[in-house]
């Protein structure tokens, strides 16, 4: 399932989620937005080692390999990208795309 997500959850900035999602475990994803991140190729192979992941290990999977790749992040944390990936799930199933608390 291809889903595309945006949201801003609580003390996070705007994030934009593409993501190809199948038997809740993420293919690939692109996760964009007004946040921070540094460096920025630290961010893309935080983002890449995703793939493979099961969905509901994705917060804790991206805030691990965050840390693994050295990035600095602000405005984004794997529970804002749970949480708007979980709202793109929702809008895809139900046509709810309303981005809940982390």
Excluded: W
């Amino acid at each position: 399932m291809n889903i595309e997500a945006m949201g801003k959850p609580p003390s996070c900035k705007l994030i934009r989620i593409s993501a190809d999602i199948h038997g809740g475990v993420i293919r690939s994803i692109s996760i964009r937005g007004d946040f921070f991140a540094s460096p920025a190729e630290g961010f893309e192979r935080a983002e890449q080692r995703l793939a493979g992941v099961p969905l509901a290990e994705a917060p804790t999977a991206f805030d691990r390999f965050l840390a693994e790749e050295g990035v600095d992040c602000q405005g984004i944390n794997g529970a804002a990208v749970g949480a708007v990936l979980a709202a793109g799930m929702r809008e895809a199933e139900y046509g709810n795309p309303s981005v809940q608390a982390p």
